[in-house]
């Protein structure tokens, strides 16, 4: 079965820390780009940041310096670590897997979501 499963939301108070897990099944995502996107309430899904399967990352402005995506060693998990929450971070957090980076015909695999809610 290939499938990406998002852990560790919950209620956090502003000003604190949580970190994000995204884990796939089997070996499908080495090397592969992959990507944490958030949808707050009432609003559209954005871009949190992503990864490429040499290390590189990108940050949307909303959360750089306050959030950090890492990955294992054998790229089987990603990781968002969340620090300095603010309120607008609540959000059903997602995470994706680019399968055919490059390719005329792309695929991407994206997980249920974990829910993530600051607490004023």
């Known amino acids: 079965q290939i499938q990406l499963v998002e852990s560790g939301g919950g209620l956090v108070q502003a000003g604190g820390s949580l970190r994000l897990s995204c884990a796939a099944s089997?070996?499908?995502?080495?090397?592969?780009?992959m990507g944490w996107y958030r949808q707050p309430p009432g609003k559209e899904r954005e871009l949190v940041g992503n990864?490429?399967?040499?290390?590189?990352?990108y940050y949307a402005d909303s959360v750089k310096g306050r959030f950090t995506i890492s990955r294992d060693n054998g790229q089987n998990t990603m990781y968002l670590q969340m620090n300095s929450v603010k309120p607008e971070d609540t959000a059903v957090y997602y995470c994706n897997a680019v399968l055919r980076p490059g390719s005329k015909w792309p695929v991407e695999l994206w997980g249920q979501g974990t829910q993530v809610t600051v607490s004023s």
């Open positions: 089997g070996s499908f995502a080495v090397g592969k780009p």
């Open positions: 990864i490429t399967g040499d290390g590189a990352i």
